[in-house]
């Protein structure tokens, strides 16, 4: 999945692929280790500033942006569409309760937007509603969202034979259980603890191999 397939009505202006069907997530606190994951060859980084004020994120979102720039990186900034227009990040992941899809279309114009879905009804009205992608989970337990519910693989499948925007699949990924993510059918995955944890280089050296496998 390249970002430029994203949505053929609305081409993205980044032109890469994603390496980018991991999606690294940081809530911008180890600058350090988005570095490393970027050295790595990630190119797709998400910003999480849960418990921020909109001035903090605005902040770290200024730096991680510069940061990705650096490497051709996907920049994609959490929940609020005006920091991502605010930063030139590349786009906005919204969750359920954040500002509606449309609204955020007008703001954001042909930059990317992502919706955060939990079921198949959520999924086909991301679609439907003009998301770019949707991100489904939790695939399996986190420890990085309290409140996450496991849907698992089956709920995965199901997701992704409904709908014909990429999926990217959440919670509880690691180097042991990604390959069955991918064998599911998502276009590719969204991590945080499954690569931080441990040797990262180690870490996303094994996803790509992943990746690599299920290309062929």
Wanted: aromatic share 6%; glycine share 10%; net charge neutral.
């Amino acid at each position: 999945m390249a970002v430029t397939d994203i949505n053929p009505q609305r081409p993205s202006p980044i032109r890469m692929n994603l390496k980018d069907r991991i999606c690294f997530i940081t809530d911008g606190s180890d600058e350090e280790a988005v570095l490393t994951i970027l050295k790595s060859g990630i190119r797709w980084i998400q910003y999480r500033g849960k418990g921020k004020t909109k001035k903090e994120m605005f902040n770290k979102a200024s730096r991680l942006r510069e940061i990705t720039k650096d490497f051709n990186a996907c920049f994609i900034i959490n929940d609020y569409a005006d920091i991502a227009l605010a930063v030139d990040a590349d786009g906005v992941h919204l969750g359920q309760e954040d500002l509606p899809l449309k609204e955020a279309r007008k703001i954001l114009g042909n930059k990317i937007i992502g919706i955060s879905t939990h079921n198949l009804q959520e999924a086909i009205d991301a679609e439907k509603g003009g998301a770019d992608y949707i991100g489904f989970g939790s695939i399996f337990p986190t420890t990085t969202k309290d409140d996450a519910v496991v849907q698992g693989l089956d709920a995965l499948r199901k997701v992704k034979g409904s709908v014909n925007i990429p999926v990217v699949a959440i919670g509880g990924i690691n180097t042991d259980n990604v390959r069955s993510v991918f064998d599911a059918g998502c276009d590719g995955v969204a991590v945080s603890a499954g690569l931080l944890r441990g040797d990262m280089m180690e870490n996303v050296r094994k996803f790509l191999c992943v990746i690599e496998e299920v290309g062929k």
